[in-house]
């Protein structure tokens, strides 16, 4: 036995010979093999917060989506505190009134879309008449094509690709999970919005205690340029919408397209998504349009719509909203690119308001704040 710890030690005093002898011969290669961990470490660490952050996609969009709307119901509840009437009972009621404008709005669209589908076939001749001429155009263009460029190898056989076809069990099966994760956000949605609302003070001052007592100060100004560019954020997008509705619907009304009240509030505010937002905008009056309005009045339509989104989005949008981002259009347009990758639509929704929370975070850590200078606009 005293052998065998006598091999020990020598193993390991050799060992540590070994690594004093490597540090005096080449310090550098020891300090490059430490960097080149340090590295491999962060590049695995960020793989790994990307993995969850899309396996939890459900909960955190839940969250944050919840966060939003308490930010945008929180003004409510502060006023009806204001006239003594009791937090909890200010955010029911906030509660109750998002819940009877959101079924009062899904109720109205719906039967809008359901009046918009029967009166479809009156005009569906005329549209299948404009589609035939496309295709018309389209079968001349390739014809032209072939007689220029001569096909050498004759004719290619089709392939042919044999499909099952989908039963119902496979139907249920595919759509059961989506369904479920929209149930499970639907079902949690409401309770996180209301715990936010009247735990609202409990949880500002128990994220401060988080931190040491000389980061509080930071942490604090932190939390309230975050909550301050959250409420800017949803008013502008509001007045946004609201002012591009108005205008959309006036002129809807007056080239004579219908339901205009219900395609100039759908144009209007889904012209509001990034970068996707114009070709959303253009959609359904277009559609709605075909048919119906002669080309003039489509015309019409089509330069009003991209006129009020240039406005919008470049005027309007800046001055309400982009001075308290101070983003510059790439770190936006990168942002955009991954979490609309991660998270789809509600990624797209969510993208500006995580990267600018980003942002003012690095604005108060002193080793990020050249991360904060390269996603800033100056």
Request: with cysteine; charged share 15%; hydrophobic share 55%.
């Amino acid at each position: 036995m005293q052998l065998i710890t006598r091999g020990f030690r020598r193993a390991s005093v050799g060992s540590e010979q070994a690594a004093t002898l490597l540090v005096s011969q080449d310090p550098e290669l020891l300090q490059g093999t430490i960097k080149v961990a340090a590295v491999a470490q962060v590049v695995i660490a960020t793989a790994a917060a990307v993995g969850l952050i899309y396996l939890l996609k459900v909960v955190f969009v839940t969250i944050l989506v919840s966060a939003l709307l308490a930010f945008a119901l929180d003004p409510l509840v502060v006023l009806l505190s204001h006239l003594r009437i009791p937090r909890f009972v200010g955010a029911i009621f906030a509660l109750l009134l998002l819940g009877v404008v959101a079924v009062a709005t899904a109720f109205f669209f719906y039967n809008r879309a359901v009046d918009f589908l029967n009166e479809l076939p009156e005009y569906s001749s005329t549209i299948r008449e404009d589609l035939r001429k496309i295709e018309s155009q389209a079968d001349k263009l390739e014809e032209n094509t072939r007689t220029i460029i001569p096909d050498r190898k004759g004719k290619k056989p089709i392939p042919v690709e044999v499909q099952e076809a989908p039963g119902l069990t496979k139907i249920i099966s595919s759509g059961a999970t989506q369904y479920g994760d929209i149930a499970l956000a639907l079902g949690f949605a409401p309770f996180l919005i209301y715990f936010m609302l009247t735990w609202k003070s409990h949880v500002h001052s128990a994220t401060l205690h988080i931190f040491p007592t000389e980061q509080r100060p930071a942490a604090y100004r932190t939390i309230g340029r975050i909550s301050e560019m959250v409420r800017s954020f949803i008013v502008g997008n509001c007045i946004v919408g609201l002012l591009n509705a108005v205008a959309s619907t006036i002129v809807f009304w007056y080239v004579g397209l219908p339901y205009f009240y219900f395609l100039g509030i759908i144009s209007a505010f889904l012209g509001l998504v990034p970068y996707l937002g114009l070709f959303f905008a253009l959609f359904a009056p277009i559609a709605a349009g075909m048919g119906v309005l002669n080309k003039g009045q489509l015309l019409i339509v089509f330069f009003t719509v991209i006129a009020l989104h240039v406005v919008g989005m470049n005027l309007l949008y800046p001055k309400l909203i982009g001075r308290r981002l101070r983003l510059n259009p790439l770190a936006v347009a990168l942002s955009l690119l991954f979490w609309g990758w991660i998270w789809g639509a509600l990624g797209l929704i969510l993208a500006i308001p995580l990267m600018a929370s980003a942002k003012i975070i690095c604005d108060f850590v002193e080793p990020l704040r050249g991360l904060a200078l390269w996603l800033g606009d100056s």
